[in-house]
């Protein structure tokens, strides 16, 4: 396999360990939300029309940024962490396409021909 195609398996490898550690930061937040808050779980996971226990990610979103139940230090450090996860998956995907860029300039303008 060429530098290229190595650099390209690099950076794919990267990105499955940065989803998992995302989904394991993140994990945390539902699992004590519906343990210690059942009301506040509910509205987060139910949607128009349908009861709790969906996935309504516009409203985690929001509850993740806002400052609701920010008295118990357990959700602000678990919201903390899922943003730490979230941020972590978006700087690597700005890396990579970055990086991903850089080789493709590399690839068409400076491979010596054979």
């Not at 210690?36 to 009861?51: A, E, F, I, K, V």
């Not at 962490?81 to 990086?99: E, I, P």
Request: hydrophobic content about 50%; aromatic content about 18%.
């Amino acid at each position: 396999m060429d530098a290229p195609g190595m650099v390209i398996l690099a950076l794919f490898i990267g990105w499955g360990i940065v989803i998992l550690y995302s989904a394991f930061l993140g994990r945390g937040l539902p699992k004590y939300v519906f343990s210690n808050h059942y009301d506040r779980w509910c509205y987060l996971t139910s949607g128009p029309g349908w009861g709790p226990g969906g996935v309504n990610s516009i409203r985690w979103l929001r509850y993740i940024f806002s400052d609701q139940d920010n008295d118990d230090p357990q959700i602000i450090a678990l919201k903390s962490a899922t943003k730490r996860g979230m941020f972590c998956v978006f700087g690597y995907f700005a890396f990579m396409l970055l990086l991903m860029l850089m080789v493709v300039v590399f690839v068409v303008f400076f491979q010596t021909p054979e």
